[in-house]
């Protein structure tokens, strides 16, 4: 009975089954039926930075930008890659952009002598010998050796003895060959007597903007500010294979601290082409915003031909130095230094010339003005508010001293249709390596608008944040901690500098992302995790977001993504298809 009944029933609704499974196969199959991309992310904490900062845990890219960002299961149902990779929960963020550095300049100084954190002169005689027995080059006994010593990152502030250095040791040690090491800062160098022959320079030398330093009616090697560049036009200029290797060099370290664009603050244009054909040729995958250094060349060239653009270059604004440095007591001061009453700084052109030269520039240029002391800020901020182009952008860099009179005109520029808006783009590791001695310059009014972060985004409504390498670390997790903790990385002082200053966590990364692409004019490409925008993202260990503020400092970088290709991978995880948990 039963096989019987089995039977009558599978014949007599046979073309019924058979439609229904039809109907089931085609639904099956427009179910299944997925977009193509070419890698999906998933299983992660994702922080957009978007409009409304927020969170997602999945992401499509295809042809270098994102594609979709929601769920798991919205982008797992919906889109189908070679490459899947699950984040095994962790954090990822967009791309870190640092608005102020000098990355030709930092991949330079790798081949040079790294006097960074040095104790003492005698430390700074030791780091010169210890390079120098590396150089095949260097010959003690050579009297016609041509190549100059160069090193970086002495600070009299870290010393014992807190005063400039003198060329004598330098002179009985390096008779015959030029010798030229700068401050940490790059706004003031010792420099022998060998180097400084080289460079034409004497008792007698005139020079604006700047301090060729003597005593006694003779020199003592230091010079400041534009007297730097009295020396430095004297020494070679690099080679191609030494710029080439210079840029490489710097975009290995700063993709393996999760850095995808970096806002180099002054290049001429032969670094600038290096750049462009190194990017062409796919070797130079960093995304670089190229301020212009303000020099005839410069002029020349891109006034007549205007900005250049590609999705890895772009070369729209021009750099100016209203001042020297804080450290070395070139910044321009409303008031004299109070640790030195006879000091006030000093503009390093006139006034006039940065009246004129932001008008030659201003109608395709953005302008960025180095402004460190409050003369400074307060000059540039007249300037600018004579130029009403409400889409400008420009950018005064550092604004470490300011007043309470500009802060409210700041705030005024972002509100009144007369006044372009105005950019802070600051340095928060600055605040954190200065304030053992800025209170010492600034004496106790001031140093209370200093390095005021929070108040200057209160008054703008952005901030751009960078960290000015290789006068600070490269590292952007040391930029998160400074800004927000306000402390260094020893955790001093143990209630944070200034604290009315600081930044929340939020605006902290907005600074380090969202923002640093607008203050480039590039946030419809950059900055957040964006359907149409470039996939540029960093994937962390530790979410930076939630982990108690003094972990951030040893937060690593696991992965390092510019326009969806991986450019780091952190080398301490499980290597090949596994390192990421991929498909």
């Known amino acids: 009975m039963r096989a019987k009944f089995n039977y009558k029933i599978s014949a007599k609704y046979a073309w019924f089954i ?37 969170t997602a845990e999945s992401f499509a890219v295809k042809d270098g930008k994102f594609l979709a960002i929601g769920s798991n299961d919205e982008i797992l149902s919906n889109y189908d890659a070679k490459k899947i990779i699950d984040a095994k929960g962790k954090a990822i963020y967009p791309g870190l952009i640092d608005s102020h550095c000098h990355f030709y300049g930092y991949g330079e100084g790798l081949q040079q002598v790294n006097l ?16 120098i027995s590396t150089q095949k080059w260097y010959h003690a006994n050579d009297d016609h050796i041509a190549q100059w010593i160069i090193g970086r990152g002495w600070d009299q502030n870290d010393w014992t003895v807190k005063e400039f250095p003198n060329k004598r040791i330098l002179d009985s040690l390096f008779p015959n060959v030029p010798v030229f090491i700068e401050r940490i800062d790059g706004h003031a160098a010792l420099v022998n007597s060998e180097g400084l022959r080289r460079a034409g320079i004497t008792i007698h030398t005139p020079i604006t903007g700047g301090v060729i330093e003597q005593k006694n009616n003779k020199l003592t090697g230091i010079v400041i500010d534009n007297a730097v560049d009295l020396v430095k036009k004297t020494i070679p200029k690099p080679t191609k294979e030494q710029i080439k290797n210079a840029l490489l060099t710097a975009q290995k370290n700063c993709f393996a601290v999760g850095l995808t664009t970096v806002d180099d603050a002054g290049l001429e244009k032969n670094i600038i082409d290096n750049i462009d054909e190194l990017q062409k040729n796919a ?75 932001t008008r030659v520039v201003c109608d395709k240029f953005q302008v960025n003005t180095h402004c460190i002391g409050d003369s400074a800020v307060r000059l540039i901020l007249n300037i600018y508010k004579n130029r009403p ?60 608008y200093a390095y005021a972060y929070n108040d200057l985004l209160k008054a703008s409504g952005i901030i751009a944040l960078g960290t000015d390498f290789p006068v600070e670390d490269i590292n952007p997790m040391y930029t998160f901690y400074a800004a927000v903790a306000r402390k260094d990385l020893k955790g001093f ?82 290597e090949n298809t596994e390192k990421h948990g991929e498909k």
């Open 116 to 131: 960074v954190g040095t104790k003492s002169f005698e430390e700074v005689i030791k780091k010169i010998y210890d390079f």
């Open 283 to 357: 070797e130079l995958k960093m995304r670089v915003y190229a301020m212009l250094t303000d020099n005839k060349e410069n002029f020349d060239y891109y006034i007549k031909h205007g900005p250049y653009k590609t999705d890895r270059l772009n070369v729209r604004s021009f750099k100016f130095y209203a001042d020297g440095a804080l450290g070395s007591r070139g910044a321009c001061l409303l008031q004299p230094y109070s640790d030195q009453p006879d000091k006030q700084g000093f503009l390093l052109r006139t006034p006039g010339y940065y009246d004129t030269m």
């Open 389 to 448: 182009l409400r889409e400008a952008r420009w950018r005064i860099e550092h604004f470490q001293v300011t007043t309470k009179e500009d802060l409210e005109f700041l705030k005024k520029s972002g509100h009144k249709e007369e006044y372009s808006q105005l950019i802070p783009s600051v340095q928060p590791t600055h605040a954190t390596s200065d304030m053992y001695w800025a209170k010492d310059r600034l004496g106790p009014d001031r140093i209370k």
């Open 493 to 574: 002082p143990e209630g944070g500098f200034q604290m009315e200053n600081a930044l929340s966590r939020e605006n902290t990364l907005r600074g380090m992302t969202i923002w640093g692409a607008y203050a480039n004019f590039e946030e419809n490409e950059k900055g957040s995790i964006e359907s149409g925008k470039f996939a540029d993202f960093v994937i962390l260990d530790t979410d930076i977001m939630k982990c108690e503020i003094y972990r951030v400092p040893k937060v690593k970088v696991m992965s390092t993504f510019v326009g969806g290709e991986e450019v780091y991978f952190y080398h301490g995880a499980t």
């Open 18 to 54: 058979g439609k229904l499974f039809f109907v089931l196969l085609i639904l099956l199959s427009s179910c299944t039926s997925k977009k193509s991309a070419d890698l999906i992310i998933h299983n992660g904490i994702i922080y957009t930075v978007d409009s409304s900062f927020s």
